[in-house]
Every structure is written in structure tokens, then in C-alpha cells.
């Protein structure tokens, strides 16, 4: 008999979908026939029956466990008398029915939220009630208030939180003041970006003797959020409930109540605050020479925007410094030690890529207005080299003082990856490679020789693209990217829960105490199957694995817990900007545009247009009339006929031919000039002189595969319908990328300890949004 496992359902567009195995083992295969009795995020028990021709592991689901409790958020619609609700994720698959009677006050069209009565099964749809009307579809904030739900985000404090909240104090009282050490005469001051409304770090500088030599006494003071959020409240619970704070345009859904975060807590200008402050002794190098933790009571002077400190350090005698004279001496003081700090990045070799962010303007609306690119001026450094030098002395207080905590962990390229970037890198001819064991600094290296190159983009996106994602977690393995052999989150407990668990700890230490983390399971996630799934997969490979304590099998829950949560909300809120972009572009259909690819794949390249920073699809089949090879070496499309190539960093033109609102996504479609016009025109000419019988596969099937583009563009993403691979070709080159879910070959490979956890955490950012039902960057 076939060994049966457990896992949760992940449902796809197209119809079919996947069953993500919770021992870590590659996602099995569900065609659409066995996903019409489940739905997306169900628990189910499944086996493997076969592998289809795709070669992919084909699985059949043998029993469900549990069926999901979120809730399925749709557009309701009434077809021939029957009502029924059309879920604006397509990863459901099937419509929910809805009875006569329990549409409630809904109107056809209305977006609504839909609590099932009756799971589907082989031969009948699901039923469902309508529990919730949030408006019609083109309401300002409706693709928020979409996004919170379909991603299962808490967005509203419970009674005992908002309770608990109201019987703080407006302001630091005498006793809050007690065993603190007193700052207020200090200058220290806040520096955030304009729109910023909650201030977690202020920081001072001032000239400073480091032994014979000389150097700087650096402040950073932090909100002291656990001053006021006791371990185990109701506050607490529900800031763990929700681990960060999620960012959208014009909208934020805070950790902590608005009192909180925007108030008691938050470092305003001109009045007493509690904070946490790391005193450190800066050399003349940039190497922290001493640092000590302490309490304290501050008093910002001065509420500071990066262009205001970045006007005044260009121009010291401008209209800015002007207003704020007194200040003036230590922002340049500030200048004086960031230019330390960066000396000694540069010494340790860390990685610092220069990346495009962009900002969305809304108006009152909420619609977009543009999209501007977010710079990142010499005040965002200043801050950064603060904050990464007290993250830095935070890791290093908890590790020196043997208490469990959470780092923040970064670990180097996997092999699979550090054989992509070898591969690539002699394919592009560029004369450098990594070794075996690779340090950040070749990482920077690479990057430094080549970015005055036109094609840098492309290398130094081929260069993130083999790092690997930062998570939470007890065991401190350093942080690559930054090259650090230590590193911890300090710097912002108003919208970060590790932060805040990072503060108990050193207050702990502080006291001579130890920190005991509460007794607060995830909603919806059983303690008991968070330790199980970590003991099965965290082990040290040929090494007989140590059987880990309550306490830091505790820790090991909490890391995962918000390295989870930390996903869920960067996907809710490119979900949203997503949908704003879709709906934006729909006002520019037909509309022809000058872009740069920023992605090469096996189905197409994905183009962001110059003027907008908008990212679409050419999809494979609009980009000529011949057969194009995609080379996994180089990341490039390449033309057989007319040699055309496709690589990250081409400049095109395209016009937009399509958006998908639900979803999320656009497709351009290529507009041919000049001379690359001319070749392709001859190219068809050859090819129409031909048999029919005798063109390749992809230009036969063109008019099919046009009217089901977007459905092979999921499918080359994540693993549903692709084109068939050729098997001509040079090494290292096919034509379509055939994709394998999980990303697997089959046999299972040898995991370090975070490399496991990182796949712990994809399973439960997964399955996060489960316990919504259940209510309880670096």
C-alpha cells in the first residue's frame, strides 16, 4: 500500500492544484478532477498514485482532515434565478451557491464576505451564507479591505486589547520614570520619511574619546513598547496574533493600538518618552568599540524628514539648516560616524546593492495618481548604519549572555543556487566566479566591478536572486548579507514582535533575570504540530539530532510564527499594490510604452515600463512569429531564426493588451522596430515558405495558446501547464521551462538547520491566514 501523508491543499488558477506535504518532501500534483470535492487551504491526507507526463508527482487525496475556516471573499451575481458568489481569489476554483434567503442585505455585484454551510464535493458545489457586505467593487479602500481577508490578517483589536489600551496613560507619569537614567538634555532627535506616523528610533551623536584615539559616542534610543505591553496581555496577545505591522498606500493596520503606536509609544517631538538605549563608542574606523543597554526617559528635539537632513548636510548654511541651527552641529556629527560606519561595510564586505523602490500616490480617492521612485538619500544611510549598529550590539548582548532569543538570520546561498549564479556568470562571460564557501564580500565584489556596465542590472538582479530569504529564529547562524556573525532586529517593537521580544531579553539580562516566553500557541496552528513539523526537520545533517527543551522548542515556534506573518503581510500588501496597478492600467489599454525586461522565464519575459514602474507579461507567444529557446544559464529568450535575445536589461517597446483585475495581473504585448522589425518579417517570410506540418510546436499552436496565455504564464510560475521542453538544442539551453512543484527533483536533499526552518516558514506563511476563523529587510 501506498504511504499516505498530511498536508494542506494550495489551490491554482487553472483549476488543478498541489498538496504542500508538511515533511518538506516536493508538493504533490492534484489535477482538476480531485480538487472539485476540496478547496484551497483545506488539511487534507493524500498519496501519490502516479507521476503524469509532465513528470511531476500526481497525488489523490484519501481523507480531509479539516476543512478551512477562512472565509472566501467574492463578487455576488445572480445567473438564470441562482445566486451564487464568484471568489475574487481563483485559487477556490469553484463558485459558492447561495440559498434564497441567505444573501442578506447584499446587492447583485456587491463584494461580499461568504462563511460556507456545505463543502463541496465529486459532484455538487459548495453552500454558503453571506456574512459580511463590504461595497461595491470600485468603493475607495475596497482592494484593502479584500486584502486582509483573503490573506487572513487580524484588522481589528479585540474588546480586551482595545479595553486595556484605553486605561493607559496619556503621558510618562513619575513612576514610569523610576531606575531610569534621564536623557532629557540630550539632542535627540527622530529622522523618517514624511509620511512616517509612528516614531520608533531617536538618535545623537557627539564627538568622543576611544582610547588614544578619536571617535564618536553614538545614542540610539528605542520606544520601550514593553515598558507598557506586559507579557501575556491582552495587548500582547493580540501584537503577537499579528507579529508585524502591514503597510499599504494611504493605509496601515498597526501591531499595537493607535494609542500605542502613534502615541504613548511613539518618540513625538517636545514631549518625555521611555526608551531603550543602546550607548555605543565608535573608532575612528567605524568599529564599535564599547556599548551598554539601559532604560531611560527621553526628549525628542526635533521631528526631522530624510530631505530636510539631507537638504541641510548638502548645504549647511541653506534655508533648511537655517530653521534649525542649534541642531545643525549634530547632524553633521551624525554624517561624521555614518561615514565611519560605511568605511568599516566596506572592510567587512558586505553586500549593498543599489535596487529601484517605488512609492504609490494616491489621491483622495484612492486611486493611483503616478508611481515614483522611492530614492534612498545620504539621511536613509545615516539612519540605516544606526540601526544596523544597534541590532548588531542587541545579538551580541543575547549571545554573550548564553539567554535564548531570536536572531535574525540570513544564511548564504544553497548549492543549487551558487551552481545557477556559477553558470550564469560564465555564460555572460563575465570573468568572475564564487567559490565553494562564498563570502558576502565576493558577492560585492562582482557587483561593485560591474555596475558601471549596461547590462548591471541584470547582473546584480542575478546576484539577489541567489540569496536567500531572512527569517526568525533561536539558532544564530549570522547573517550573510550584512556579514555579521550576529544579528538581531532592536530597532522597531511598535511594528515588529521579535523587537520586542528582543527588549524583554535585554531587560532580563539586565536584571539578572531570565525572560520565560508566555504561553501564547498561534490561533489556528496547534503548539503540538509546530513542534512536531520542527523536530521532524531540523536536524544537523550526520549528526544525531539533540533533543531541544520546551523553552527553545518555544523560541523555535516564535520565530516561525512572525517569520510567517512577516511574508503574509509583504504578500497582502504587494496584493494590494498589484490590484491598484491592474486598475491604473486599465486606463492605458492600447497605450504603447518604452520598458526594460526584468525577468526572463520559460513562458515570456516580464517588461517594467519606464514611466510608470509597472511590471507585465510579454507573454512567449507574442514576441514573433518563430521559436524561442530560453538558456537557464544566460536568463535569456532567444529567437532560432533571427538570433533576437531577450535577457534582463533589453530595452523594448510594448503596448498593453490586457488587464486581469482579479487577477493581478497585465500583459503587453511586443511592438517591433527598426531593424528588429525587418528580421522578423524575414523570418516569416522563411517560415511561411515551409509545410505547415514542419513549423515547431509553439507556432502551430499559437492561436490556442494566445486565448490561454495567462493560464501557462501561472503555470510556468508555479508549476501548472507549461509548453514541452525540446530536446534539441545546446547544452544548458531548452525551449520552455517545465516546472516541479516544490522545486524538487524527487530525491530529497541534505538541509542545514535555518534552510529547514525557511521551508517551515513557507508551509505555516501558508497557512497563517488559517487562524483568522478561529479569532483567537534586512
Not at 318 to 340: F, I, K
Not at 378 to 393: D, F, G, Q, T, Y
Request: proline share 5%; with cysteine.
Amino acid at each position: 500500500m501506498l504511504a499516505e501523508f498530511e498536508g494542506t491543499v494550495s489551490g491554482h488558477r487553472d483549476g488543478h492544484g498541489f498538496v504542500q506535504r508538511d515533511d518538506g518532501e516536493a508538493d504533490i500534483y492534484l489535477p482538476p478532477n480531485e480538487m472539485r470535492a476540496v478547496l484551497h487551504k483545506d488539511r487534507v491526507k493524500a498519496r501519490i498514485v502516479r507521476h503524469d507526463r509532465k513528470n511531476r508527482p500526481e497525488g489523490r487525496v484519501t481523507e480531509i482532515i479539516e476543512r478551512s475556516s477562512n472565509p472566501i471573499i467574492g463578487r455576488l451575481l445572480q445567473e438564470s434565478g441562482v445566486w451564487l458568489v464568484a471568489p475574487e481569489d481563483k485559487r477556490y476554483g469553484q463558485d459558492v451557491l447561495i440559498p434564497k434567503g441567505a444573501t442578506g442585505t447584499a446587492k447583485t455585484g456587491q463584494i461580499v464576505v461568504v462563511e460556507l454551510t456545505e463543502p463541496p464535493a465529486l459532484f455538487g458545489q459548495p453552500v454558503g451564507r453571506v456574512r459580511e457586505v463590504l461595497g461595491e467593487i470600485d468603493d475607495p479602500g475596497m482592494e484593502i479591505e479584500i486584502a486582509v481577508r483573503k490573506y487572513g490578517v487580524p484588522h481589528e483589536f479585540s474588546d480586551a486589547a482595545m479595553a486595556l489600551a484605553r486605561t493607559l496613560p496619556d503621558a510618562v507619569r513619575p513612576a514610569d520614570k523610576q531606575g531610569r537614567v534621564d536623557l532629557t538634555d540630550i539632542a535627540l532627535v527622530t529622522i523618517d520619511g514624511e509620511d512616517a506616523r509612528d516614531f520608533d528610533d531617536a538618535v545623537y551623536c557627539e564627538p568622543a574619546k576611544v582610547g588614544r584615539g578619536k571617535g564618536w559616542r553614538l545614542l540610539v534610543a528605542i520606544a520601550d513598547v514593553s515598558h507598557y505591553v506586559e507579557t501575556g496581555s491582552a495587548i500582547d496577545i493580540d501584537a503577537y496574533d499579528r507579529a508585524t505591522s502591514v503597510y499599504f498606500p494611504r493605509r496601515v493596520i498597526p501591531m499595537l493600538p493607535e494609542k500605542l503606536s502613534n502615541g504613548l509609544c511613539s518618540l513625538n517631538p517636545n514631549v518625555e518618552r521611555v526608551c531603550m538605549v543602546c550607548d555605543m563608542l565608535v573608532t575612528a574606523k567605524g568599529e564599535v568599540h564599547a556599548y551598554q543597554f539601559y532604560p531611560a526617559v527621553m526628549f525628542s528635539q526635533a521631528r526631522f524628514t530624510y530631505t530636510e537632513v539631507a537638504a541641510i548636510l548638502a548645504n549647511t548654511r541653506g534655508p533648511e539648516a537655517a530653521q534649525r541651527q542649534t541642531l545643525v552641529p549634530n547632524l553633521l556629527d551624525l554624517h561624521d560616524v555614518y561615514q565611519a560606519l560605511l568605511k568599516e561595510r566596506g572592510v567587512r564586505g558586505a553586500v549593498d546593492f543599489e535596487t529601484t523602490e517605488t512609492q504609490i500616490v494616491c489621491d483622495e480617492a484612492g486611486r493611483i495618481e503616478k508611481i515614483v521612485p522611492r530614492t534612498r538619500n545620504v539621511a536613509h544611510r545615516l539612519i540605516e548604519e544606526a540601526m544596523l549598529a544597534a541590532n548588531v550590539c542587541s545579538a551580541d548582548f543575547i549571545a554573550q549572555s548564553k539567554h535564548v532569543g531570536l536572531f535574525r538570520v540570513h544564511e548564504g546561498p544553497t548549492p543549487e543556487k551558487k551552481d545557477m549564479l556559477r553558470n550564469y556568470l560564465k555564460a555572460a562571460g563575465l570573468g568572475f566566479s564564487i567559490s565553494d564557501d562564498p563570502t558576502p564580500g565576493e558577492f560585492q565584489q562582482i557587483a561593485t566591478a560591474t555596475k558601471d556596465r549596461p547590462d548591471a542590472q541584470q547582473i546584480h538582479s542575478m546576484l539577489l536572486r541567489s540569496m536567500q530569504q531572512a527569517i526568525y529564529t533561536p539558532m544564530n547562524s549570522g547573517h550573510f548579507g550584512l556579514a555579521y556573525e550576529a544579528y538581531t532586529h532592536f530597532t522597531s517593537p511598535i511594528r515588529r514582535y521579535p523587537d520586542l521580544l528582543v527588549h524583554r531579553v535585554i531587560k532580563a539580562i539586565l536584571n539578572k533575570a531570565k525572560y520565560q516566553l508566555p504561553t501564547l500557541p498561534t490561533p489556528g496552528e496547534a503548539e503540538a504540530k509546530l513542534s512536531k513539523r520542527l523536530a521532524a526537520r531540523v536536524k544537523e545533517p550526520d549528526q544525531k539530532p539533540k533533543k531541544a527543551s520546551a523553552d527553545q522548542l518555544a523560541w523555535q515556534a516564535a520565530g516561525l510564527h512572525c517569520s510567517a506573518n512577516e511574508r503574509r503581510a509583504d504578500e497582502d500588501s504587494r496584493d494590494v499594490e498589484a490590484w491598484l496597478k491592474c486598475k491604473y492600467m486599465r486606463e492605458h489599454l492600447g497605450e504603447e510604452f518604452g520598458g526594460v525586461v526584468t525577468a526572463a522565464t520559460g513562458f515570456g519575459i516580464f517588461v517594467t515600463l519606464d514611466a510608470m514602474y509597472v511590471e507585465g507579461l510579454v507573454h512567449i507567444t507574442e514576441l514573433g512569429g518563430e521559436y524561442f529557446r530560453f538558456d537557464e544559464a544566460r536568463q535569456e529568450l532567444r529567437g532560432e531564426r533571427t538570433g533576437i535575445r531577450y535577457a534582463i536589461g533589453t530595452r523594448v517597446r510594448v503596448q498593453v493588451s490586457r488587464v486581469d483585475l482579479d487577477g493581478r495581473k497585465i500583459d503587453f504585448r511586443l511592438v517591433h522596430e527598426g531593424a528588429e522589425a525587418a528580421l522578423i518579417s524575414r523570418a516569416m517570410k522563411d517560415k511561411t515558405s515551409g509545410h505547415a506540418a514542419e513549423l515547431p510546436a509553439q507556432e502551430r499552436g499559437a492561436a490556442r495558446h494566445g486565448a490561454g496565455a495567462r493560464a501557462e504564464q501561472e503555470g510556468g510560475k508555479s508549476g501548472g501547464r507549461g509548453k514541452r521542453s525540446s530536446s534539441q538544442g545546446s547544452s544548458g539551453s531548452r525551449s520552455v521551462a517545465m516546472s516541479n512543484p516544490g522545486g524538487s527533483t524527487g530525491g530529497r536533499t541534505t538541509r542545514s538547520p535555518i534552510q529547514a526552518l525557511k521551508a517551515a516558514v513557507k508551509k505555516a506563511a501558508g497557512s497563517a491566514s488559517r487562524k483568522q476563523g478561529k479569532k483567537p529587510r534586512r
